[in-house]
């Protein structure tokens, strides 16, 4: 299943990329299953998204929780709390 | 209603008469959010911060008897004491203006993806998200 990643701010510099189309496989369907798969990327990927690391999430520019099923041609946008205003 | 994201100024006086409508308007209230301090830089999250904002503006003008809105938020390099947002409600009376104005600016600095990088001394850090700004927003929930 194709989707499409997008950081933001001190994500999208931890990890040096504002975003990526990723292929994941079958089993990974909700977001709280997608950041878990980044992790196992190892290095920033671990770091950014591992332990406590206050991450928020969109599915189609809409705010989900980690629960939040996936489905293929998705826009997935991963950033910290917001700071606006 | 009117929502935009921007990287251009603002005429807070220009977008407040514009409100002023054809005689049922009897209050405006808006609110302007400056730079303080120190220079910095608004990324924001293009699309998904003028849903967002949209969103909230409905839903003030749900809650309370709204005539119209008008949002406006800046990105971009921003330098102390240049406007950041604006925010104006029009409304019958004061009570509906004034409480939609602060709804809407609670709801936008804890839902709105725009994050502020603050550039200091040669070094630039973001700024992190602060529990007061989900309490002032939880307020509203509580009060339904």
Known sequence: MKVRLLFFASLREQLGTSGEEVDLPSEVATVAALREHLVQRGGAYAKAFGGKALVRAAVNQDMVQPSARLKAGDEVAFFPPVTGG | ?144
């Open chain 2, 1 to 144: 209603m009117k929502i935009s994201v921007q990287r251009d100024d603002f005429d807070a006086g220009t977008e407040i008469r514009k409100l002023a409508g054809d005689g049922s308007v009897g209050a405006i209230a808006s609110f302007v959010g400056l730079v303080r301090d120190v220079p910095m830089t608004l990324e924001h999250y293009a699309g998904m911060t003028e849903r967002e904002i949209t969103k909230i503006a409905h839903e003030a003008a749900t809650r309370w008897n709204v005539i119209d809105v008008t949002v406006i938020h800046r990105f971009g390099e921003l330098q102390p004491a240049d406007q950041i947002v604006l925010v104006v409600v029009a409304a019958g009376h004061r009570g509906e203006a004034f409480a939609a104005c602060e709804f809407i600016m609670d709801y936008l600095k804890t839902r709105a993806p725009f994050w502020k990088k603050e550039h200091r001394a040669g070094t630039a850090e973001w700024v992190e998200a602060k529990a007061s700004d989900d309490a002032a927003a939880e307020r509203w929930a509580k009060e339904e």
